[in-house]
C-alpha cells in the first residue's frame, strides 16, 4: 500500500534555530502534500497545503515567513520551522493522497515531535 | 461553526464488548467523505473505515462498521469485541467536495477510547 515517509521523528532544537522535516511518498506521486499540527490531547490542525512546483496555500493564522514549506518534486515536501521558539514545541505531521488512483484515504507519515528549549 | 463534532472526549468499553463512538459533520456540499482514523500513543494515524456520500450502504471493515445517517449528518463508529489494542485517540474526519478534488481533511477533537480487561 501506499506509505508517506516523515524524518526525523523527533528533534530536540535549541531557540532560534531552523529545523528541516522532510516528507516523501514512496511508492505514489503526490502533487499536493497536506502538514498538520498537533498540540498534546488536541486534534490536528491543517497548517498549509504544499503544491509541487508553486507556492504552498497557508491556513490563516500561520505564518508563511516562519514555516517555509517547499515542494520541489512530486514525492518530496519540506517544511522548515524558522527561528524556532518554545511555542513552536509541537507534533507536526505530513499527509498525502494518491491522486492517480483517485484512492480516498489520505496517508499520513509518522510525525515529527519538536521540542524547542 | 465546527465542521465535525465529537462529543465523547473518553469512553471506557469492557474488553470483547461493541463500543460506538459518535460523530457529527456539517456541510452544504453535496459531496463529501467521511473518514475514522486510529492514533495510538506512538501518534501514528492509522486509517479505519471511509465513507461516501453517495455510498447506500454504511461501510465495514473487519471489526469497524460506520453508522451513516445522512439526514442526521451523523457517521459513528462501531467497533465490535473491543481489544485491548483498540485503546487509543480516535478521529472522526471530513472531506468537501468531488473525491476527483484534492482537499485536505478536517477533524474532529476526537476520543480517547480505553478498553479495560
Known amino acids: 500500500g501506499a506509505v508517506v515517509s516523515q524524518h526525523p521523528s523527533r528533534v530536540i532544537c535549541k531557540s532560534g534555530t531552523s529545523v528541516k522535516i522532510e516528507c516523501r511518498s514512496l511508492?505514489?506521486?503526490?502533487?499536493?502534500m497536506f502538514w498538520y499540527r498537533q498540540f498534546p490531547k488536541q486534534s490536528l490542525m491543517l497548517m498549509a497545503t504544499s503544491n509541487e512546483g508553486s507556492k504552498a496555500t497557508y491556513e490563516q493564522g500561520v505564518e508563511k515567513d516562519k514555516f517555509l514549506i517547499n515542494h520541489a518534486s512530486l514525492t518530496l515536501s519540506t517544511l522548515t520551522v524558522t527561528s524556532a521558539h518554545p511555542e513552536d514545541s509541537s507534533f507536526y505531521i505530513c499527509?498525502?493522497?494518491?491522486?492517480?488512483?483517485?484512492?480516498?484515504?489520505?496517508?499520513f507519515g509518522s510525525g515529527t515531535q519538536l521540542s524547542v528549549l | 461553526a465546527q465542521k465535525i463534532t465529537q462529543t465523547q472526549p473518553g469512553m471506557f468499553v469492557q474488553e470483547k464488548e461493541a463500543v460506538t463512538l459518535d460523530c457529527t459533520y456539517d456541510t452544504s456540499d453535496p459531496s463529501y467523505g467521511l473518514f475514522w482514523y486510529k492514533q495510538p500513543s506512538s501518534g501514528e494515524m492509522i486509517f479505519l473505515i471511509y465513507q461516501g456520500s453517495y455510498d447506500q450502504q454504511n461501510a465495514t471493515e473487519g471489526r469497524y462498521s460506520l453508522n451513516f445517517q445522512k439526514a442526521r449528518k451523523s457517521a459513528n463508529l462501531v467497533i465490535s469485541a473491543s481489544q485491548l489494542g483498540d485503546s487509543a485517540m480516535y478521529f472522526c474526519a471530513m472531506r468537501e467536495g468531488r473525491r476527483e478534488g484534492n482537499t485536505p481533511l478536517v477533524f474532529g477533537k476526537g476520543t480517547r477510547l480505553s478498553v479495560i480487561a
Open positions: 499527509s498525502a493522497r494518491d491522486q492517480v488512483l483517485a484512492r480516498e484515504k489520505l496517508f
Open positions: 511508492d505514489f506521486q503526490a502533487t499536493t
